[in-house]
């Protein structure tokens, strides 16, 4: 591999890698610094970069999108994948389907929707996560309800 090749290459997963910050007063909790995901079934849904990935994504959302409430999310809970589509001739794109319990900061539970789509990541990189929660699909990207992800 050329020289160029192996600095862009390092640049790419220079970007691609998260900075950790200390968690402050106002900010998000990550996955992993959640104490309990109680009721994982095992698959994909239940692992930290997913629920990771969420909580990032979440806390990112009710703050660029008009009139949602300040919330971030708390605790996952009864995760459990409720469809698998593996990767055919037909869908070459495998994907897991996922549903949970969301604890939010205010204190309310709300169910949420995510898809895991295989070789989707940033530059076909890794997979891709697509979330709803219910109630904060104010734009109906997902449907009524979160229906597309259901």
């Known amino acids: 591999m050329t020289r160029f090749a192996h600095s862009?290459?390092?640049?790419l997963l220079a970007l691609s890698t998260p900075i950790a910050a200390?968690?402050?007063?106002?900010q998000a909790a990550q996955a992993a610094d959640l104490s309990v995901y109680s009721g994982d079934d095992g698959s994909v849904c239940g692992e930290a970069w997913v629920l990771n990935k969420i909580t990032d994504r979440f806390s990112y959302q009710v703050h660029h999108v008009p009139h949602l409430p300040d919330v971030a999310i708390t605790d996952f809970r009864n995760i459990?994948?409720?469809r698998y589509e593996p990767a055919s001739d037909e869908w070459p794109i495998g994907r897991h389907y996922c549903r949970a319990t969301v604890n939010l900061s205010d204190g309310r539970d709300r169910s949420i929707f995510y898809l895991i789509e295989?070789?989707?990541g940033f530059a076909s990189i890794g997979?891709?996560?697509e979330f709803c929660v219910s109630g904060f699909d104010r734009w109906l990207v997902y449907n009524g309800r979160c229906r597309v992800l259901r």
Do not use: S, Y
Not at 22 to 26: N, R, S, T, V
């Open 80 to 82: 459990r994948q409720h």
């Open 22 to 26: 200390p968690l402050g007063f106002g």
């Open 118 to 120: 295989e070789g989707q």
């Open 127 to 129: 997979d891709n996560v």
């Open 8 to 11: 862009a290459l390092a640049a």
